[in-house]
């Protein structure tokens, strides 16, 4: 760790896909953060985005003298786990190794000190091995959220989204509204993501077998049986953009079909930590779930809210479909 009396020295990491100006607009409030921070150092990894996104950010860290910031172009896009891979083991070869990594999304900019909150929490916690932020949203909405690991019984609730059934499984469901304090969690946003550089010494790096989705839940879950804690740091705060590069989890007026990688990436994190079997009834219960909720909104008329296809993409890309091992499927290409 850091010397005595310092805080822990942080390296940013941001991958991007053909999103360089709202890159660049996360370096902008990274360099604000040095003021509290000056050792703050990014690293910006290109996963071959094919539009001259590369050569924009790196005109942009010239023209700026950012000879704090970093850009590696790769010549492939294997997706976020394998992006933040690349800027994690070219950051752990450095002569002087940082002794936190900081993954932000491309579309996010941090709000003053909230590097400082993270180094000064890590610093007085040292069994915390990831720690995430409060977000805000494009408008300045709290989105003040962290996650519970998902569970068969949070999938009968995420399928349902039933009153009376969310209230009884309140308790299970993966979305855990946080509060104004520190608090443990199962696993945090991947938009701002602290790791602690003991758990990649030891050899940790996200499953490259997932392309999009799922990759940092399952980053916790091998953290959390390695004996490390994960924690939401509200005192940290960084504004996000949801969605900017996939287009599932942003605000749209028409709903988009769910890409395949997401739910390969789903199957992927049950058979990889949990069986077939166990995969099978968590399927199932979000099945169920889910031809309850249908039979609600048909017998209310409601218009039809879910993404076009969910069911049958469903039931074709669940446990009860054999496919080769790993997430990537078109070669960790979306579908």
């Given amino acids: ?10 390296d ?3 991958v991007n896909f053909r999103t360089a100006s709202l890159v660049i607009a996360c370096l902008e409030s990274l360099e604000q953060e040095r003021r509290h921070l000056p050792d703050l150092r990014a690293i ?9 996104s590369a050569g924009e950010i790196q005109r942009a860290i010239e023209a700026r003298d950012w000879d704090w910031v970093k850009l590696i172009a790769s010549n492939v896009n294997g997706g976020y786990g394998a992006g933040n891979n690349i800027g994690i083991c ?8 940082a002794d936190c990594y900081w993954l932000l999304n491309p579309d996010t900019e941090v709000r003053p000190g909230a590097g400082l909150a993270l180094a000064r929490f890590m610093d007085t916690h040292p069994n915390a091995g990831v720690a995430g932020s409060a977000l805000l949203e494009r408008d300045g909405r709290p989105w003040s959220y962290a996650f519970r690991f998902p569970t068969i019984m949070s ?49 940790l790096r996200f499953d490259e077998a997932y392309f999009l ?21 509200p005192d940290s705060v960084v504004m996000h953009i949801a969605g900017q590069s996939t287009g599932v989890t942003g605000h749209q007026v028409i709903l988009r079909r769910l890409p395949g990688y997401w739910f390969r990436s789903r199957q992927y994190y049950f058979l990889k930590n949990h069986g077939r079997l166990y ?41 009860f479909v054999p496919r080769r091992t790993g997430a990537g499927g078109n070669g960790g290409r979306p579908a």
């Fill in 1 to 10: 760790m850091s010397e005595e009396g310092a805080l822990p020295s942080i």
């Fill in 12 to 14: 940013v990491i941001v």
């Fill in 44 to 52: 910006v990894v290109d996963n071959a985005s094919g539009d001259g």
């Fill in 90 to 97: 070219w950051a752990l070869a450095r002569h002087d190794p």
């Fill in 155 to 203: 999938e009968l609730e995420r399928g349902a989204r039933l009153g009376i059934l969310s209230r009884l499984l309140a308790g299970r469901s993966v979305l855990r509204s946080m509060g104004d304090q520190p608090d443990q969690v199962d696993w945090v946003s991947g938009a701002s993501f602290l790791i602690r550089r003991e758990l990649l010494d030891a050899g």
């Fill in 213 to 233: 989705y799922y990759e940092e839940t399952d980053f916790c879950l091998q953290a959390r049986r390695a004996g490390w804690e994960c924690w939401y740091v």
């Fill in 279 to 319: 995969s099978m009834l968590a399927d199932v219960a979000w099945m169920s779930g889910h031809l309850i909720s249908e039979a609600k909104r048909l017998a209310r008329s409601e218009p039809q809210s879910d993404p076009p296809r969910l069911l049958s993409d469903f039931v074709r890309y669940s446990a």
